[in-house]
């Protein structure tokens, strides 16, 4: 089993900057690969950026060159530097995890977190 845990979220203003944490622990021992998603009200869950353990990156086109994702696989944390923030980008962001590589479809993850509120006023 794993466990994910987001922190960071919050609120900011448009054009402003947040960073969201999310700490694996439990069964973390192999490859595997992390992202984000979100979900804004009334709207479907979406993908926002994934890494792979080889720490390659993947972005949904509108977020790129503002959201940049990270890793630090010492401490099974991913990281989500949002710069330029819209209020578009208002919405629960959510750390999820799957043994693999990324996927862009959420049903393909194997461990999710709680979800960490971002809003974004204008």
């Known amino acids: 089993q794993v466990q994910l845990v987001e922190s960071g979220g919050g609120l900011a203003q448009a054009g402003g900057s947040l960073r969201l944490s999310c700490d694996a622990s439990?069964?973390?021992?192999?490859?595997?690969?992390m992202a984000w998603f979100r979900q804004a009200p009334g709207k479907e869950r979406e993908f926002v950026a994934g890494i792979r353990w080889n720490t390659a990156t993947f972005y949904t086109d509108s977020v790129k060159g503002r959201f940049t994702i990270s890793r630090d696989n010492a401490k099974n944390t991913m990281y989500l530097q949002m710069n330029s923030l819209k209020p578009e980008d208002t919405a629960v962001y959510y750390c999820t995890l799957r043994f693999g590589s990324v996927s862009f479809d959420q049903n393909d993850y194997d461990y999710w977190g709680q979800g960490t509120q971002v809003t974004v006023s204008s």
């Open positions: 439990g069964r973390t021992s192999s490859n595997y690969g």
